[in-house]
Structure formats: C-alpha cells, structure tokens
C-alpha cells in the first residue's frame, strides 16, 4: 500500500510518546507520498511536522492558541526561504483538522502545505488527551522553488523613526491584506510594517464582536539623509487613509 499522506504516521508518533510520559514533543518527517490511481501513481517528497505540549503565549494571542501559532511559524519560517509571495487562507481543509483550527500556506497563490489541530474524533482513536496540532508540506514543490537571494546593505547612519497607527478591523480584514495595501503605497523609507498587539473583547465593550483591534507599527529611516517631520507626516496621512480605506476605523 502506497500512503497518499504523512499524517497518520505523524499522529501515531506524538501518540506513543504521550503515552510513554513524553508530554512535551516537537517532531517531523521527511518521506515519499503518493497521489494518482492504480494507472498513473504520482510520487512526491513530503514533509509532516506534528506538536503537541507546552508552547509559549505572546501578547499576540492566548495560551490555548500559542501551539498552533507555533506550528503556523514553523511553516512559515520554512516557506519565507523561497522566492514567491506567502499568504494563507482557511478553505478546502482535510477532514484531520478541527473545523475552524487549521488553515493552508500558499506560496504565489499555489497551495503548498496545510497545518492544525488534529481533530477530536482522530485524537480520540489514538487516545490523545491534549491538543496536537500537524502541518503537512509539499516539498516537492519547494524543491522546485529557487530560494531566495539574500541581500546585503549598508546601516544606516541615520535614526531610525516608529509610527504606531491603531485601528480597530473587522474579522475579515487580514494581516495579509494590511501588509500588503501598506506595501503598496511603495514608500522606500518604510523598512518594517509589524502587528505589534491584536486585541479582541469577547463581551464586545471594548472593541464590537466581529472586530479585533489591532496596533499597528511602521518603522521609516533614510539612508541617506534624517526623516523631516513634513515628511513623516505626509507618509503617516497616506498609511491612515489606506487602512481606513480597508475598512479600519483609527482608535483615539
């Protein structure tokens, strides 16, 4: 039998070590998988990653969520070394995933790995009493993926200036689409565009249900010259107006 996918394996490795008193695991997998039918078998190289245990919280999200953020990094970390855009989205999940737990990775709009928590009738047949979240990465198409080049420039001699710009979005306004309507305003100053806190109010006092609340800091510097504050706050106006335009509502 030729197995289409690395997961089952990968569960069945966080399972015997939680039950050999392994509480904290971190694993993966390189292997071959196989897609197709009995007349034409595809064969491709593929990569699980599984966790499960203590992961740690940031100011970014809970504690019962820093496991899956985790493993979310990992794929991420992993993508960012090729050249293409990484995004991700939550459609057409396998039925491994807990519903609304899991999300895939694309890279220039191809699909190239899924990850999450494992769900609860999966865990139930291993005998799992924590949360494990898996991520499962199609190699051979990263294999076929130049890496990026790195780039190497001068440091600047010339101060860096942070803007913080806080903004309250609705649910449907992602990360990925604020970095992206930021970067497009093609300021060459701009070095970083970061979420610095995301905050939500589940009693919908401090910020409406439907909406999360999110910081948002941009860091300009020149390398060549010190930043005006005309300039500063002509680049601050524009930042303003294109998060609003996504539908963002700036905070006092």
Same mark, same amino acid.
């Given at each position: 039998?030729?197995?289409?996918?690395?997961?089952?394996?990968?569960?069945?490795?966080?399972?015997?070590?939680?039950?050999?008193?392994?509480?904290?695991?971190?694993?993966?997998?390189?292997?071959?998988?196989?897609?197709?039918?009995?007349?034409?078998?595809?064969?491709?190289?593929?990569?699980?990653?599984?966790?499960?245990?203590?992961?740690?919280?940031?100011?970014?999200?809970? +504690?019962?969520?820093? %496991?899956?953020?985790?493993? =979310?990094?990992? /794929?991420?970390?992993?993508?960012?070394? #090729?050249?293409? $855009?990484?995004?991700?989205?939550?459609?057409?999940?396998?039925?491994?995933?807990?519903?609304?737990?899991?999300?895939?990775?694309?890279?220039?709009?191809?699909?190239?790995?899924?990850?999450?928590?494992?769900?609860?009738?999966?865990?139930?047949?291993?005998?799992?009493?924590?949360?494990?979240?898996?991520?499962?990465?199609? +190699?051979?198409?990263? %294999?076929?993926?130049?890496? =990026?080049?790195? /780039?190497?420039?001068?440091?600047?001699? #010339?101060?860096? $200036?942070?803007?913080?710009?806080?903004?309250?979005?609705?649910?449907?306004?992602?990360?990925?689409?604020?970095?992206?309507?930021?970067?497009?305003?093609?300021?060459?100053?701009?070095?970083?565009?970061?979420?610095?806190?995301?905050?939500?109010?589940?009693?919908?006092?401090?910020?409406?249900?439907?909406?999360?609340?999110?910081?948002?800091?941009?860091?300009?510097?020149?390398?060549?010259?010190?930043?005006?504050?005309?300039?500063?706050?002509?680049?601050?106006?524009?930042?303003?107006?294109?998060?609003?335009?996504?539908?963002?509502?700036?905070?006092?």
């Amino acid at each position: 039998m030729l197995r289409p996918t690395l997961v089952p394996n990968m569960a069945a490795m966080l399972a015997q070590n939680l039950h050999r008193d392994v509480s904290v695991v971190r694993l993966f997998e390189m292997g071959t998988v196989f897609t197709g039918s009995s007349v034409a078998v595809k064969e491709e190289t593929g990569v699980a990653v599984g966790a499960t245990g203590a992961a740690s919280a940031t100011s970014l999200y809970k +504690a019962e969520d820093a %496991l899956f953020y985790e493993v =979310k990094g990992t /794929v991420e970390a992993l993508l960012r070394k #090729f050249a293409g $855009v990484v995004s991700f989205d939550g459609t057409d999940l396998p039925e491994w995933i807990e519903a609304g737990r899991g999300a895939r990775a694309l890279l220039d709009g191809e699909m190239v790995a899924v990850f999450g928590e494992l769900n609860a009738i999966e865990a139930q047949k291993r005998k799992l009493r924590q949360t494990c979240v898996l991520a499962e990465v199609r +190699a051979q198409v990263l %294999l076929g993926t130049p890496l =990026k080049s790195p /780039v190497a420039k001068d440091i600047s001699r #010339f101060q860096a $200036v942070e803007r913080d710009f806080s903004f309250v979005f609705p649910d449907a306004v992602r990360w990925d689409s604020i970095e992206g309507a930021l970067k497009a305003l093609e300021i060459a100053e701009m070095l970083r565009v970061t979420p610095v806190e995301i905050f939500r109010d589940a009693k919908g006092k401090a910020v409406a249900a439907g909406s999360y609340s999110c910081l948002v800091r941009v860091v300009l510097q020149s390398s060549e010259r010190t930043l005006t504050e005309e300039e500063l706050s002509g680049w601050s106006e524009k930042i303003v107006k294109t998060l609003t335009g996504l539908g963002g509502v700036q905070r006092a």
